[in-house]
């Protein structure tokens, strides 16, 4: 089996925020490292896979050649799957409408509570990692998923914002900046 990233983490950009060619760097160099490591890894699978399972399949359900590489293929495959999620999430920008709007209100009062909520959150995430906004029926968390790890299974995942110092240190002023950035570039159809 082979990861495409260019298939995975399709960019369906129109960001009047965000510089379409840094984003395609971003994707081109990091995701592409992540898929070559998968694919050097599972090269002789045949049963197709996505990343995801892959994260969540259990060390001892793993074919027996890929054990020993348990971790790197963790961090390979959690590192694909978010990077996917995140590009996934470029879009018309504006602000969200109908249900996620009214599960939002419900949840943090206002917009501008959630929006409040999300940029404090990335700006006191520690590290390397990814931001991510999860539901479970009408509840919304948001989730600071480290290097190497997703968030746990169960969860309907809405976002999730890379928070890696590549992704933003080159372009914004702070953490908070750029959050406020991707939601305002965020496809919230
Ligand atoms: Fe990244």
Redesign the pocket.
Known sequence: MRFDYLNDGNICYNSQIFQADKLRK?RDK?MAEEAQRLNNMLESVKKHVTAEQIYRTRQGSLPIFLRRRAVELREASSGYYS?GVYFKGFGEGGTPTGDIYKLICDNYSSLECFYYHFRHAAEISYGSGFLWLLRKKDKLKLWFAPAGTLPGGGYDQLMAL?L?E??WIDSFESKSDYAMAYIRSFDWR
């Open positions: 971003h990091y990077h890379d890696w590549h992704a």
